[in-house]
């Protein structure tokens, strides 16, 4: 099992700026593949940014490529995700998740982690994040 804490989330105003952290603990291989995703009121979770701890591989939606920034400090066990440039539509909860399942053969092949939700087995119990225009 890997257990996943994020803080971080609040509300800011078009343009502002935050960074969510995700602590995490549990098995190290389960936390391979590690990733950021949002979920709005009536509409399904969507992968947010993704990272290979092994390689620092990222991957992000076409919707933040530019605005937001998925990194790790591996000696803390910690992910982050830095948010710029916010807009009305980054509302939503913000989850972090790990344990990929799969994510050997799924990296060997494809080079990044899945953005999938369904791919995920462990999940944070979520952080608001909510930018009023």
């Known amino acids: 099992q890997v257990q996943l804490v994020e803080s971080g989330g609040g509300s800011v105003q078009t343009g502002g700026s935050l960074r969510l952290s995700c602590a995490a603990s549990g098995y190290t291989y389960m936390r391979a593949c590690m990733g950021w995703f949002r979920q709005a009121p009536g509409k399904e979770r969507e992968g947010v940014a993704t990272i290979y701890t092994g390689s620092s591989s990222t991957i992000y939606a076409d919707s933040v490529k530019g605005r937001f920034t998925i990194s790790q400090d591996n000696a803390k066990n910690t992910l982050y995700l830095q948010m710029n440039s916010l807009k009305p539509e980054d509302t939503a909860m913000y989850y972090c998740?790990?344990?990929?399942?799969?994510?050997?053969?799924?990296?060997?092949?494809?080079?990044?982690?899945?953005?999938?939700?369904?791919?995920?087995?462990?999940w944070g119990q979520g952080t608001q994040v909510t930018v009023s225009s």
């Open positions: 998740a790990a344990d990929m399942a799969g994510y050997s053969a799924y990296v060997s092949l494809i080079g990044v982690c899945s953005t999938s939700a369904l791919e995920y087995r462990s």
